[in-house]
């Protein structure tokens, strides 16, 4: 009965290679987002995507790509990663992504680039 | 621009110790939202509060406390009578716009809590 699941937990990956990152959210929720927590714990929204539109932080390299196959999943996808990308990163969602709304996150997936 | 300052970067205290982790923001909205999210050493995030800007009475749950106080724009949580289960990172975030109609956390820095035997 997870809320909000992503799978891997842990990701190791050599530095060039692309990899993807899965999320799902079983609340029916309509909005979902990418955060990025660095390595002094430090965390910031990457993408905000509903079934309208998706909103990209300028900051995020072209890179990073999310996908929504549908309304109750939200992937990231990276090509040729890089040293930088090592960090945890968190799915979450909200029931509409307006202001009173409360994100509840995933366990989240710490990806390592070697 | 809107942020959040958790000036705690690590407290630690002894078990049964009352604790309180301050959170001081800056919004221009009239109407915001904020949040505390508590991140155990297993890694996940968990939502333990949520305040909007018109609601200034103080909230209790169990030993977790919170003070909302617009005048002096902070939104400090207690806990009381600590456990060792409660060492975390908390972090105190704050809703606010993205871009377009999102909206997007914007979390402080955290404030590692250490509770002692």
């Known amino acids: 009965d997870t809320a909000v699941s992503q799978t891997p937990k842990y990701l190791v990956t050599q530095m060039g290679n692309d990899k993807s990152i899965k999320c799902e959210q079983n609340?029916?929720?309509?909005?979902m987002y990418w955060y990025k927590q660095d390595s002094k714990k430090f965390l910031k929204i990457m993408f905000s995507?509903?079934?309208?539109?998706?909103?990209i932080n300028e900051t995020v390299p072209n890179r990073f790509s999310p996908k929504s196959p549908d309304k109750a999943h939200l992937n990231l996808h990276i090509n040729s990663l890089e040293l930088g990308d090592s960090a945890v990163y968190f799915c979450?969602?909200?029931?509409?992504?307006?202001?009173?709304?409360?994100?509840?996150f995933g366990p989240g997936t710490r990806l390592t680039v070697l | 621009a809107q942020k959040v300052t958790q000036a705690q970067t690590e407290i630690s205290v002894v078990e049964k110790e009352d604790v309180t982790l301050d959170c001081v923001y800056e919004?221009?909205?009239?109407?915001?939202?904020l949040f505390w999210y508590k991140q155990p050493p297993s890694g996940e995030l968990v939502f333990l509060i949520r305040?909007?800007?018109?609601?200034?009475q103080n909230e209790i749950s169990g030993r977790y406390s919170w003070n909302f106080q617009k005048s002096t724009s902070s939104f400090n949580f207690t806990i009381t009578a600590s456990q060792v289960v409660d060492s975390a990172v908390y972090f105190c975030?704050?809703?606010?716009?993205?871009?377009?109609?999102?909206?997007?956390?914007?979390f402080g820095s955290g404030t590692q809590l250490t509770v002692l035997p």
């Open positions: 979450a969602s909200s029931p509409s992504g307006l202001t009173a709304d409360t994100q509840y």
């Open positions: 609340l029916g929720h309509d909005t």
């Open positions: 995507y509903n079934n309208k539109e998706l909103i």
């Open positions: 919004t221009r909205d009239t109407t915001y939202y």
């Open positions: 305040r909007n800007s018109f609601d200034e």
């Open positions: 975030a704050l809703s606010e716009p993205f871009k377009g109609s999102a909206r997007q956390l914007t």
